[in-house]
């Protein structure tokens, strides 16, 4: 920076070497193209050969600036160095900034965690209501799988439907059953028996198990699957309880049966003969924590095994029709007219209108006893069943059995004719208690009884 004054600005500038030279005057021209100073002070800042002109209003505006700034800063500094109270309380304000900001991040923090807390809850809750429903359902399949598999009240396993090779079979043989001549009438149970789980449709694996219920969307799955469940499980106890009404109505019948009949149970159990069966021991046990189906399946299955000593003891029972199709008596049991002599005369069975040649079925299990010509009877067949019960069966035109031969319900043992003391083809059929001739027909409508089961 320099100061030039304006008196020496209309002066050439001489150079030390000039002396001794003529002066020689330039140009006016040339004179006119040098610059002037300027005519008031100036202050001038030279940096890498340029030149910055300022002007005294200027420089002491910048340098009263400077100056302010620093005495502002000196006296700044000087309060609060000296001043440790307004420090203080810049330093606890800042502080109480940082605490309120650290709280709010706590805070925040906190709902974080609260809320993924609760989303871990919900999704905990949901699988284990997820597991509940999976559990239901596989107790409840097991449940269905064990109706559908249950023997009905005979004790057998249900047959499947008859393929068509065996309806052809049938057909092709021409040997129909006897309806009254089957074991017993086999209980049907209701169609709601065979109940599955059809509530698949919004099927329970669909959802992940890990999955997270987002939305109620979720919950009302779970309901709807749990009230399928419930609907399940009220049909499926439903059917169980009927097979049970059913089983113990047909077991009342079967015990009054054999009341009517004035025979002892004890006594024809005894006369059952024994199968080849065998085994250990292992009495059945019901566990404490057993449910409601548990328990009544455990009464049916106990129900089923009387019912099924019942059963073998009532093949021995003759309360079978020993003809098939519609009954129809020409004579009956009791006091008639003879019909050779046309004198009053005791009838010792039952005459069944048929035609010669039709089977004859023995109507309960037993023994064959006799099998030949017998006098009046003509071709005359009789089996012991046990317990003192015989049946005869007479003036056949052909015996079909041998005389100690096992026979089963329903077997055809001769054909119907006319044989001996009869006046046209028919079967004369007895039923004896202990060599005593009773009416037939009390056995037959005791049949009729228990087929109405």
């Known amino acids: 920076m320099s100061k030039s004054s304006a008196q020496y600005s209309h002066y050439p500038q001489h150079h030390p070497h000039d002396h001794g030279r003529p002066y020689q005057r330039r140009p006016?021209?040339?004179?006119?193209?040098?610059?002037?100073?300027?005519?008031?002070?100036?202050?001038?800042?030279?940096?890498?050969?340029?030149?910055?002109?300022?002007?005294?209003?200027?420089?002491?505006?910048?340098?009263?600036t400077v100056v302010l700034l620093g005495l502002w800063s000196a006296a700044t500094a000087t309060y609060f160095a000296f001043r440790d109270d307004v420090l203080t309380r810049l330093i606890a304000r800042q502080a109480e900034m940082q605490y309120a900001y650290e709280d709010r991040i706590a805070?925040?923090?906190?709902?974080?965690?609260?809320?993924?807390?609760?989303?871990l809850l919900d999704q905990e809750q949901f699988d284990q209501k997820l597991d509940q429903i999976l559990k239901?359902?596989?107790?409840?399949?097991?449940?269905?799988?064990?109706?559908?598999?249950?023997?009905?009240?005979?004790?057998?396993?249900?047959?499947?439907?008859?393929?068509?090779?065996?309806t052809n079979q049938g057909a092709t043989q021409g040997t129909p059953k006897p309806s009254p001549i089957s074991d017993t009438v086999i209980f049907v149970a209701p169609p709601d028996r065979e109940a599955r789980l059809e509530s698949r449709a919004p099927t329970v694996a669909a959802p992940q198990v890990n999955q997270f219920a987002k939305n109620q969307g979720f919950d009302n799955v779970l309901i709807r699957l749990t009230t399928s469940l419930d609907q399940v499980e009220r049909r499926q106890m439903a059917a169980l309880?009927?097979?049970?009404?059913?089983?113990?109505?047909?077991?009342?019948?079967m015990r009054g049966v054999v009341s009517d009949l004035g025979l002892n149970l004890a006594s024809l159990e005894a006369a059952v003969p024994r199968s080849a069966m065998g085994g250990p021991f292992v009495p059945i046990k019901l566990t404490?924590?057993?449910g409601p189906f548990e328990k009544?399946?455990?009464?049916?299955?106990?129900?089923?095994?009387?019912?099924?000593?019942?059963?073998?003891?009532?093949?021995?029972v003759p309360y079978r029709?020993?003809?098939?199709?519609?009954?129809?008596?020409?004579?009956?049991?009791?006091?008639?007219?003879?019909?050779?002599?046309?004198?009053?005369?005791?009838?010792?069975?039952?005459?069944?209108?048929?035609?010669?040649?039709?089977?004859?079925?023995?109507?309960?299990?037993?023994k064959v006893v006799s099998a030949g010509w017998?006098?009046?009877?003509?071709?005359?067949?009789?089996?012991?069943?046990?317990?003192?019960?015989?049946?005869?069966?007479?003036?056949?035109?052909?015996?079909?059995?041998?005389?100690?031969?096992?026979?089963?319900?329903?077997?055809?043992?001769?054909?119907?004719?006319?044989?001996?003391?009869?006046?046209?083809?028919?079967?004369?059929?007895?039923?004896?208690?202990?060599?005593?001739a009773v009416d037939p027909q009390k056995f037959l409508r005791a049949g009729v009884r228990l087929s109405a089961g």
């Open 374 to 436: 017998s006098g009046g009877y003509g071709r005359m067949i009789e089996v012991d069943h046990g317990n003192g019960l015989s049946t005869r069966y007479g003036h056949l035109s052909e015996i079909n059995v041998r005389v100690g031969e096992i026979v089963k319900i329903g077997q055809v043992v001769g054909l119907v004719g006319s044989t001996g003391r009869s006046t046209g083809p028919h079967l004369h059929y007895e039923t004896r208690i202990d060599g005593e």
């Open 241 to 253: 309880s009927a097979v049970e009404e059913g089983m113990d109505s047909r077991m009342r019948r």
């Open 288 to 290: 404490a924590n057993a």
């Open 296 to 316: 009544q399946l455990y009464r049916i299955n106990t129900t089923r095994a009387e019912m099924d000593r019942l059963n073998r003891t009532l093949a021995l």
């Open 28 to 64: 006016a021209a040339a004179a006119a193209a040098i610059p002037l100073p300027a005519t008031d002070d100036a202050y001038t800042i030279v940096h890498a050969g340029k030149q910055v002109r300022f002007g005294p209003v200027v420089f002491w505006i910048v340098v009263g």
């Open 321 to 366: 029709k020993p003809v098939i199709g519609e009954v129809e008596f020409t004579s009956g049991f009791g006091v008639r007219s003879d019909p050779f002599l046309g004198r009053p005369a005791m009838h010792t069975g039952l005459d069944f209108r048929a035609a010669t040649g039709d089977p004859v079925r023995v109507t309960a299990n037993g």
């Open 136 to 166: 239901r359902q596989t107790a409840l399949e097991s449940r269905a799988t064990a109706l559908g598999a249950m023997p009905d009240v005979t004790g057998s396993i249900p047959r499947s439907a008859p393929q068509r090779s065996d």
């Open 107 to 119: 805070e925040l923090r906190a709902k974080v965690d609260r809320t993924t807390s609760r989303q």
